[in-house]
């Protein structure tokens, strides 16, 4: 194992968001804090509670995850892809270091960064409202499986990738709109029967739901369901990762 | 055993089945230098490639310091330090961290003596904490240099250090290149500049079409085709070469006033003394003679086109 390699890459990372904190931190943070003001005050205080969980508290979870399964696709694809575009990679590939050492590297460093704002908001959370959490060390694992996986499929993204079009395509149509209706901001019941059954084809409502039962003790879906789905998920990201490597495709001609 | 590099019946087809390097082989000694020189897309960065691991191998065999680069490729890229042919930095990283950076990579200390040795002997040390994207060009491939060496490499590819660089920066990079050697790195340089080759170089490798055509000590490649060319102008005009100089392998030129005679000054007889004697005695009579050198380029040529 090239420990120092790994230990270069996910230094190298880090420090990378540091020259960009605004971008890197405060950005995620000051949305979490509007949507707060809208959905929360605003519009939450004249909404029921649900399942005896006030509207603002009952939405940390889920916001929590929305940016975080950003956060996690857009760090792990740009940082793998950057060295693509300049061409820095030759560095990495005449290195002493094998594939899985180099997605550690990657993925290790989206994945801290996207935890970090992910506690982050948790605690800002606490500023407008009152949270009880009932399952507070599954909700840390929880949380960062979520931010591996999304890491992990934002490696894939960003290997994938030909140019800047297509890095930014993907999170933009498909991972924003299934994160967006993934039930961040209400419970699938409470949405009209035909859309009901079409919700639970997106996987991000597993998600969700057993973070959201993590806090509450209570989901859309079983919490075994979830705990399944995001296994599922993951394996696939893990999958694809191996394809990659083995084949070289798109890393080596 | 002192091959440090061993390529054996090295293929190499991408993938859309163009096959870039066909059954080479090729065997390089510890601490020379060897110049690969070759025409644009002949194959040089594939071999490279192929041998660092930034490009799969069709068939064949590398071995560097008697290990498989694919089976142990942890001990073989430790060995091998690479500039590659395009500058690829990253923009707003400083000097020095770049630097630092590319020796983790390969699992080495940090060793700030060595670093600042490096960047002073690269003459980057006053730019160390600058950051990459001001560096002029010529200082940038520097950059390149000082991060393939972070790591004390025992063999060092440079992919044509010098293409577009100017002469003074040229030279700079010959006088690195031959302190390297003199520390022991072994050096595989491509380029197709021929002089760059003829200046630097141990022994001269002419890649065409992936294929190697030849390599061999430099001073016996010049010797061997350092071939010139004696242009004799004749008094009267001549329809044919007769054949009492047919042997000569005389070309006649300017409509039979003059015919041109190649001779290799290698050779311990140039003749061109039997030559005029051999036309005297048919009674040819030269009106002025002179002599070209055929430069390297056109030797260059000449193999490349066989
Ligand atoms: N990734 C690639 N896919 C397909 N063909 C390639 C690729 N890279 C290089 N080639 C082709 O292989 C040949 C050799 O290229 P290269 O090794 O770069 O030559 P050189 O370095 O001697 O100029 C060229 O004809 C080039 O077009
Ligand atoms: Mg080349």
Redesign the interface.
């Known amino acids: 194992m090239n420990i120092r390699g790994i230990h270069a890459i996910y230094r190298y990372e880090m420090n990378r968001s540091f020259r960009t904190l605004i971008q890197s931190l405060v950005s995620p943070v000051l949305s979490t804090i509007l949507y707060f003001i809208v959905f929360g005050a605003a519009i939450g205080s004249r909404m029921d509670n649900i399942s005896n969980v006030s509207y603002g508290a009952f939405i940390v979870p889920g916001l929590i995850m929305l940016t975080v399964q950003m956060q996690s696709v857009n760090n792990a694809s740009f940082g793998i892809y950057f060295p693509k575009f300049i061409g820095t990679t030759y560095e990495l590939l005449s290195a002493p270091l094998s594939f899985v050492e180099i997605v550690i590297g990657y993925v290790g460093a989206a994945t801290t960064k996207a935890f970090s704002i992910g506690l982050i908001i948790l605690c800002t959370s606490y500023l407008f409202v009152d949270l009880d959490i009932k399952y507070p060390f599954f909700m840390l694992c929880f949380l960062l499986i979520t931010c591996m996986t999304f890491s992990l499929l934002g490696f894939i993204i960003g290997i994938v990738s030909d140019n800047f079009e297509q890095l930014n395509i993907v999170p933009m149509l498909i991972i924003t709109p299934l994160v967006f209706l993934g039930g961040s901001f209400y419970t699938i019941d409470m949405l009209p029967p035909f859309w009901q059954n079409f919700a639970l084809l997106n996987p991000i409502v597993y998600l969700i739901s057993g973070f959201r039962w993590s806090f509450f003790g209570v989901g859309d879906v079983p919490i075994f369901t979830s705990i399944i789905f995001m296994l599922i998920f993951t394996s696939i990201c893990i999958s694809i990762i191996w394809y990659i490597f083995k084949t070289g495709y798109k890393i080596k001609n | 055993m002192s091959e440090i590099i061993n390529v054996q019946n090295l293929v190499k087809k991408?993938?859309n089945n163009f096959t870039a390097v066909k059954n080479l082989n090729l065997k390089i000694r510890q601490g020379e230098i060897i110049a690969l020189l070759g025409p644009n897309g002949a194959g040089k960065t594939t071999l490279i490639?192929t041998i660092?691991?930034?490009?799969?191998i069709t068939s064949g065999l590398i071995k560097v310091n008697g290990l498989d680069v694919i089976k142990d490729?942890?001990?073989t890229?430790?060995l091998?330090g690479?500039v590659?042919q395009?500058?690829?930095?990253?923009?707003?990283e400083k000097v020095i961290n770049s630097v630092k950076?590319?020796r983790?990579?390969?699992?080495?200390?940090d060793d700030n003596e060595y670093i600042e040795k490096l960047l002073t002997k690269l003459q980057l040390y006053d730019k160390r904490d600058n950051i990459i994207k001001s560096l002029s060009g010529g200082m940038k491939r520097r950059v390149m240099i000082a991060?393939a060496l972070s790591h004390n490499p025992q063999i060092l590819f440079l992919d044509e250090p010098t293409a577009g660089v100017d002469v003074e920066l040229r030279k700079d990079m010959w006088s690195i290149i031959k302190e390297l050697k003199n520390e022991g790195v072994t050096i595989i340089l491509t380029t197709h500049y021929i002089e760059e080759a003829e200046m630097i170089a141990d022994r001269i490798g002419i890649i065409n079409h992936g294929e190697l055509l030849l390599i061999e000590e430099k001073k016996e490649l010049i010797k061997r085709m350092s071939v010139k060319t004696l242009k004799v102008k004749l008094k009267k005009t001549l329809d044919i070469i007769p054949t009492k100089l047919k042997k000569y392998n005389l070309k006649l030129i300017d409509e039979g006033k003059s015919f041109l005679y190649y001779y290799n000054t290698g050779k311990e007889r140039t003749g061109i003394t039997s030559l005029l004697s051999d036309m005297n005695k048919i009674g040819i009579n030269l009106f002025d003679i002179q002599t070209e050198e055929t430069s390297l380029e056109e030797i260059f040529v000449k193999i490349i086109k066989e």
């Open positions: 991408y993938d490639s660092c691991g930034l490009s799969s490729y942890r001990k890229r430790e091998i690479l590659p395009e500058l690829a930095l990253e923009p707003f950076f590319s983790r990579l390969f699992g080495r200390k991060k």
